[in-house]
């Protein structure tokens, strides 16, 4: 039997993992999302053409992929038809390739609608949320109230619809929130239509059988362990179980199946939305980085907070999801700084210093202890693996030592063929 293995980012998010899981999935049969929805925007690079995917897997654009949206996922069908659409000028083979859980739980715009208020009402202590409905979403599918992609195959569909919407509605009113309804009713309805067109299924048979039959599998994260719904830094997070645990559940793989765990990580560290940042650089050295790094939103446009590569979160994340390899992303926005600062354990306001998250980590006022390192000051253009810049390779040993798991992938360039295996 082979095993699932799993990429997932350790960091807020936006680490890299559609460009990687790009690179690796010619080495896969399978590849499967197991949670989150069209909050990710996984970015691909190839041919001089950038990609930005939201709900479909990363490996849509390899031919001999299967890709699989597992039941852990929220769907929005109007977002799926246009990602589709857009898709469709590159002469993939997407009704045969793609494959979608009946599972899967639906995003109604009502769903939209309610992050948009309950955002609104947080005023100063918002979440930062994409807006994509992903919390109000996965509310109701926890009460037990939401609808699942199989139930579009149902007559009673336009009736359960019609329900949920109505507790929308009395919900919506105590907010001041305008939206013309039968606009988006119609886009939603339409959208459903559409998604009727595509292979619906049940994807844990299928992942199952795959497995039996020696297929390779790789689960594609979305977000970052550090906007896990347990291990976050609660409230900032968003809705889903983003470790390892959740690909268990997100596509019904027990979890003796699960192999290698890829977490991913930026040389660097970016956040977008609010919470706690321990590393951010409000400063010049931070502007400098969300330049060369380029770093604003995949999905909605905002600025990333920028700011050093934060070891302590690093190391929780790696624990709580039994990483075994360890990719970096992102090595070229470093070489414009001459010194490189690692943030290897954090002060805490009675003085404590410590290597652990704590759990007070968004009250608490933490202090970044930092060990100083030089830089490469090179452009990273044409290294290879035989020849990285001294500078860079300490860099890399000291990061492997610290957080004990081999960097077998650096990245140093958003093409796919931008990367470095080790
Ligand atoms: P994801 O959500 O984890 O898939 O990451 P995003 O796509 O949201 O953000 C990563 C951004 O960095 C994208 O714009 C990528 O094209 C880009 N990128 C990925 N790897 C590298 C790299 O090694 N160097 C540089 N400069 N950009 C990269
Ligand atoms: P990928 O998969 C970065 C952040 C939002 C907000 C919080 C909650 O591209 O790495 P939500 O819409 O989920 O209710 O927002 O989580 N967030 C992300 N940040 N990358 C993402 O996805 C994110 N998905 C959600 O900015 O702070
Ligand atoms: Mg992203």
Redesign the pocket.
């Known amino acids: 039997m082979s095993k699932v293995d799993v990429l997932l980012?350790l960091q807020w998010?936006?680490?890299?993992?559609?460009?990687v899981v790009d690179v690796l999935a010619p080495k896969y049969d399978v590849v499967a999302r197991f949670q989150g929805g069209p909050n990710?925007?996984?970015?691909l690079?190839f041919d001089g053409i950038?990609h930005?995917l939201h709900q479909i897997p990363s490996g849509i654009f390899r031919e001999k992929t299967k890709n699989i949206i597992g039941n852990g996922v929220v769907l929005d069908p109007i977002v799926f038809k246009n990602e589709i659409e857009k898709l469709g000028k590159f002469n993939l083979n997407v009704r045969s390739n793609l494959f979608i859980s009946k599972k899967a739980t639906l995003i109604l715009p009502t769903h939209r609608l309610l992050d948009q208020a309950y955002e609104k009402e947080k005023g100063e202590n918002k979440i930062g949320s994409t807006l994509k409905g992903i919390g109000p979403t996965y509310q109701d599918k926890i009460g037990r109230q939401g609808l699942r992609v199989g139930d579009i195959l149902a007559d009673s569909f336009r009736e359960k619809f019609s329900k949920l919407t109505q507790i929308h509605f009395k919900i919506l009113s105590e907010y001041d929130i305008t939206y013309s309804w039968a606009e988006l009713e119609s886009q939603f309805l339409e959208a459903v239509d559409f998604l009727k067109g595509f292979q619906l299924i049940e994807s844990e048979y299928v992942l199952n059988n795959e497995l039996k039959a020696g297929s390779t599998i790789l689960a594609e994260g979305a977000q970052g362990a550090l906007l896990d719904i347990d291990f976050g830094s609660y409230p900032f997070v968003t809705s889903s179980s983003t470790v390892t645990a959740g690909a268990c559940t997100g596509l019904g793989i027990a979890p003796r199946h699960i192999g290698e765990v890829y977490g991913?990580f930026k040389a660097y560290s970016t956040r977008v939305g609010s919470g706690p940042f321990p590393t951010e650089l409000i400063d010049e050295e931070g502007d400098l980085m969300r330049k060369e790094?380029?770093e604003f939103?995949?999905t909605t446009g905002r600025p990333r907070r920028c700011g050093w590569i934060d070891l302590p979160s690093l190391k929780y994340s790696i624990m709580i999801n039994g990483v075994t390899q360890l990719l970096m992303?992102?090595?070229?926005?470093l070489s414009v700084f001459p010194t490189i600062m690692v943030c290897t354990h954090y002060k805490l306001s009675d003085g404590t210093i410590t290597d652990m998250v704590p759990y007070e980590v968004v009250k608490e006022k933490i202090i970044p202890v930092y060990k100083e390192l030089k830089g490469w000051s090179v452009s990273l253009k044409g290294f290879t693996k035989e020849n990285l810049p001294f500078e860079l390779v300490q860099y890399i040993k000291f990061l492997e030592t610290e957080l004990n798991v081999p960097i077998t992938l650096v990245?140093?360039?958003?093409d796919r063929t931008?990367t470095i295996l080790r």
């Open positions: 980012g998010g936006d680490e890299g993992k559609g460009k990710a925007g996984h970015t690079e950038k930005v991913i790094g380029n939103g995949s992303m992102k090595a070229d926005v990245s140093t360039g958003p931008e």
